[in-house]
């Protein structure tokens, strides 16, 4: 696939384009509303405090708090499925962006690569397409694609074809949709952020939506507005969207799934070529020309990542869905109890216990006597010592953790080794990212690929170690450590 | 070499043929053709070129109407590419219509007979007195004729073969060279390999030295060439994704391919790393006193690490002999363990190597990237490579995952003999699993390496230096260069330089040497001092945190730290990408190599 940027010759000013249309009477469309808990769903922005967000029902109420279990990703029956899935529906997947918040997980993969639970958040973006029966997929990629490509190749593996189109620098959520253009391809089209997981539910909601000809797109609750694309509705249609406004009229805010008819391409182009590059902008230009843009309400939970801590909680959310399931050797005198899914070729060595919901990936060497708490997410390679134990942590491929060590709360990429006697400290820290000054509780280490730390290494909470960073034991690491730095 | 399609079943064979040769040119693309067999007759259009322009001629004639057909994508040997001497030929009749792979040894002699008996020849190809000795042969039924010409033949081959009175119908036999039969719904296949047939079915059968099948859409019979004795044979299930086999927006499948490596590296150690299942690689096999490797191209590359590997880790002797020289050695009893090495299992020198070694009473193993092909019914164990297909002409992650499974190999027979104790096997499987993630670092330094080769992009010659294991990384360094860019490369070990190439030293002649930080590394900082010294550009690849070599090196690529025996992996990585670019910025045709073929299966 080559960089594509569609530029048509035209000197038409985009405001010319089309000609503005009479606004028609509609029929108030059928809110849907999510009942009950269970229904995740994609943000677009994220709040300040922490990930998990709260959502209202339409009287108000809180609905739900840190406290409840959702229960996860339901998947609809057939015959729940209902009408209105068109398997020729094409989806574009804006998987370009950085994710500069998410350093240092993000210096070497794009967001939607990071893993939760063992898999990309990619991946349950392709799941929740898949599951509504749409299979034919763009991803419009850009920062570390090949992370992408080598991962999803072209999508066979997960049931759906997928195609690549490379948007060179990220201008902005238009620029990226138009590398996606086809030359000649009909029919509506569904647009969706790769970096926020979704639920085939809320797909499914905005598919069904009542409206077939008109625009659609996912709007949610928030309990702090102000801090994303607000959007005014009347009568179930968008009249228009305003972003981060200082007192907002309204509490729902832009999710940035749509459903566009082809339209949107040409108008993204012209959108483009007057550099606005937001699909927020074409929305308004839509909005202005009176095309109806439906807005289909969605309730329920969010499940933003934004900062690196945030991995800890959605991780724990979506495995709460994790099966027991074990394709490797648990040894003789090896304990596993609850959910828990061990890859093929790991060996879970005697005396180790392991408690679920964890996923522990494939060819790791566990044990003897490790101990796994939940929610625990362990990638694939990965050797833990004896007698260390791993609670609520995300450790990714590769990593090795030496024996009689102690990693809580914490978040571990790709080929970091630990000698012994590593301990993450869990507490509460004044966090500092990209300028935002956050306040977090109980948070341990987070620390990026391919560090190696020396035996009896102890890190205060909330310490944030950077990329390839060694540091010689025995040390009390009190300060975040910068990537490629080397602590004596 | 060449790759064969055939069809017989409920649909026009036109495209299906077209689309199999598709999947089929990195077996050969100099020249391609088809027959397809219909109420007009055999119709037969073939041209020289590649499948594309095959199907722009088609495009432009009205299609060839026909149920059943075979097709045939050419990488030459008797003949030189031209539409004459392109596959399937025809005979005097017009009749009989037939594709194949491999060399007919005898042919001048037969083309002689024929043509005394009053046979026209069209072509400069050896294949061609096939069809004429099938038309001699003919009696009414097409299989019985292929056996009693084929018998007379003497060489290699895979055919098919399609007579216009029988339409429905194709027969296909091999000896030697791979043919496989399709098994599908009212329709069956022929094919040279798997990936052509992966589209329609999955359950396949595996043609046998001296067999023949015929085929039509109702089913399939095999029988022996000898006598037509039947062989009852049930197909066997592919596990291969080979629609993952795309290139999914890479530009290339080998750079496809070469980002696969922390990937396909992770999948060789899965489930073997562990201290039983490197035990077992040998279960079987007589105690193991010394080795010979047997391979060719950058397999024989693999087997030099694996020599030192051998030697290092299990102290055992050890050598690598290229496999088609290997007959030519004395015909001693061979007391050796005969390790036979080779991607696609097919290829024709390493096999006849290997069964010459057996018939000196070697016992054998042999590691291979494909299930199924001929190496595993010819030797006595086996290590998988697992790396999944590889498309690009040009070897890249069946290189590296050839050196872990000799590692493994390494590991195994150090434990037998006792060499290895268990505190040395831990340490060796601690530094594999890291592996992966050292090849990973070396993939994202994808741009910096692109960098570098933009300096070089325009060199005509390249010397490569190492030493101790890292020689081997040289080499194969230099055989990538060559394969993929069309510029010369040569490897020497390090210390060899001063013996008579130093004279070609200058600003002309660039240089990569591989200096990671091991024993040697003091060294090669010399040598690389005297390359410098006399006016050559110098590229180093060396060791993470190697400030002192950036000193003394215009360019360097640093590669993370691994046991020096592993280092050929992540080292390798980078020589690998260092050609891919310069290949790239070239304009070559980095897939498909000009006059290279995949696999070869002629000698």
Redesign the interface.
Known sequence: MGERIFLTESAKDWTDFPPRREAKASSAPRGIKAGGSGRGRSGRRRLQAGALRESRSAAGKIVSGAGTAPKGFTRPSRSERGRGHISSMRAVILAAGEGLRLRPFTLTRPKVMLPVAGRPILEYVVEALKENGITDIHMVIGYQRERIQSYFENGRRFGVSITYAVQPKQLGTAHALLQARQGGAEGPVLVLPGDNLVEPDTLRALLERSDKDANAMVVTFSPNPSKYGVVKMDGGLVQGITEKPAASASDLINTGIYLFSPKVFELAEWSVRASRFDLTDVLQALIERGEKIQGVEIEGHWLDIVYPWDILTVNAKILQRTAAKTAGVIEPGAIVEGPVTVGKGTVIRSGSYIRGPTVIGEGCDIGPSVVVFPSTSIGNNVTIGPFTQVRNSVIHNNVSIGGSSYVANSVIDDGTLTRTHFVTHHGDRLMMVEGDVIPVMDLGAIIGDSCTFGPQCVIAPGIVVGRRARVEGPTHVTRDVPNDALVL | MCGIIGYTGPRQAQAILLEGLHRLEYRGYDSAGLAVNGPAGLEVLKRAGSVEELERALSQARPLEGLSGIAHTRWATHGRPSDANAHPFTDCTGKIAVAHNGIIENHARLREALKGEGHVFRSETDTEVLVHLVERAYKGGLEDAVARALREVEGTFAVVVTHGDEPGVLVGARRENPLVLGVGEGEMFFASDVPALIRHTRRVVYLEDGEVARITPKGFAVSALADLASRPRAPSTVDW?I??A?K???KHFML?EI??QP?AI?DS???R??DAEIDALLEGLRPVRRVKILACGSSAHAGLVGRYLLETIARVPASVEIASEYRYTESLPEEALIVALTQSGETLDTLNALRESKRRGSASLGITNVVGSSVTREAQRMIYTRAGPEIGVAASKTFTTQIVALTLLALAVGRANGEVAPEKLRYYQ?QM??L???V??V??Q?EKILEIARKYAQVKDVYFIGRHVNYPSAVEGAHKLKEISYVHAEAYAAGELKHGANALLGPELPVVAIAVKDAVYPKMLSNIGECTARGSPMLAIGTEGDTELQKVAEDTVLV?EVDPMLSPIPVTVALQLFAYHIADLRGCSVDRPRNLAKTVTVE
């Open positions: 994704d629609e993952a795309e999914a927006g890479y496809k980002f696969e990937r992770a150690l899965l489930g790393i562990g601690r699993r890291r992966p993630q050292a990973q670092s993939l994202w994808n993370p």
